[in-house]
């Protein structure tokens, strides 16, 4: 049976909002590192969210997956003392939450002690398939199910069609997972001019354990010196009707999918979105239980 | 591409992420330097540095009501401040309370604007 997921995001109104949404699901996703704090001598503590989630999770008796955005796989040289303050953390946290399995994001965000958060790109090398790899073992020391989503990149060194190989060989670790992000994939053709479905078929869909669907707005025309609007990953709005079509035609096709994530950021959340949500929610059901 | 250089290729990327202008960044690479990056989307790479930046303000909102105060008080100043304080602090906090301390930090330090509270 493939589960039905939703977000829990670090915001109270958020959380107050769709709490009568939350029972509609099976699975809570909670990014981890929006639940910790540095105590200021080099351990991750739990921030006033982590109670809140378990206390929800408990309550609801939910279970939970962990998608993180800042352990950054594809580091070429990651911070030794950071990677093992991480993942004495995230071992807490899987005592804690049960996590089924911990995704993070195909890219790098850790470059030389500067926290970026968003993911840069990867070339499409081995050295990079490499670490990423070398990544997804560290973390396996702590949940044995492990994957990444692919990111969004707003620019990419070569060809987009290209990366869904260059994930086949960061995914060649056993138990290692594709989060195959449908918005994702669709707004970086909709930006880089490719077919999604191109891409998405390229893709080892035998490794997908988890889908993403999220709505996403286009920037601002005057953001850009040459005017030019971006679809962005902003997760604000309703699903795109393009990202329901390739959800209800992709999702049949992974073989092991466990579970099909909304996504929502906090601080998008209003009262009149609470209908909307609960709509996509029960459509989301409809795909799972097909 | 066997023997690409991941490390200096992401050096050289985040560099050009957190500059004040990513083009007159990338332009300002040696050759190999900007053979690590390109060919890439202008636009895109623009676009990356915006959100690097706008993630680093939200971060800031999150782990400081004294910096959202300023921001509501005074959205212009602040702007400039949040603009000046990303070109000339390196981005070494991933959380919101880490990030708050490195604001204030230069806020009190010789030559940062003072925020009104």
Known sequence: ?290 | MTNFDLESYERVMASVLIAPDPIVALDALDADERALLEPIDHDGLRMAALLVARLRFERLMHGSARAGEWFESDPRAFTQAFKRYHASVPPLSTFPLDEARAFEAWVTSDGAPRSPA
Not at chain 1, 22 to 31: N, P, Q, S
Not at chain 1, 38 to 54: E, Q
Not at chain 1, 204 to 220: A, K, T, Y
């Open chain 1, 1 to 290: 049976m493939i589960a039905l997921a939703f977000t829990l995001q670090p915001e109270e109104r958020y959380l107050e909002l769709t709490a009568p949404l939350h029972e509609l699901v099976d699975v809570f996703e909670i990014c981890p590192e929006t639940t910790w704090r540095s105590d200021g001598a080099g351990r991750l503590i739990p921030n006033g969210f982590h109670a809140m989630f378990l206390a929800r999770a408990t309550e609801l008796d939910k279970r939970c997956i962990a998608h993180g955005v800042a352990f950054s796989l594809g580091s070429a040289r990651p911070d030794p003392a950071r990677r093992a303050q991480w993942l004495e953390r995230i071992r807490e946290d899987r005592a804690t939450f049960g996590f089924e399995w911990y995704t993070d994001h195909l890219g790098a965000t850790e470059i030389d002690g500067q926290s970026l958060v968003l993911p840069l790109p990867l070339p499409h090398v081995d050295a990079a398939a490499e670490r990423v790899r070398a990544s997804l073992s560290a973390l396996q020391s702590v949940v044995p199910d492990v994957g990444f989503e692919n990111s969004v990149f707003y620019a990419q060194k070569g060809n987009p069609l290209d990366e869904p190989d260059f994930i086949a060989s960061c995914l060649s670790v056993p138990r290692s997972h594709l989060l195959l992000d449908l918005h994702n994939v669709w707004m970086t053709a909709a930006n880089a001019g490719f077919d999604p479905e191109r891409y998405i078929e390229r893709l080892p869909l035998e490794r997908v354990i988890e889908i993403h669907i999220s709505g996403g707005n286009v920037s601002d025309p005057a953001w850009l010196p040459s005017g030019r609007a971006m679809r962005l990953d902003s997760h604000d709005t309703a699903v795109h009707e393009d990202v329901w079509a390739l959800a209800e035609r992709w999702i049949p096709r992974c073989p092991n999918l466990r579970a099909l994530t909304l996504e929502r950021m906090e601080g998008t959340v209003e009262e009149d979105d609470v209908a909307l949500l609960r709509e996509e929610l029960r459509r989301a059901r409809k795909l799972v239980s097909a």
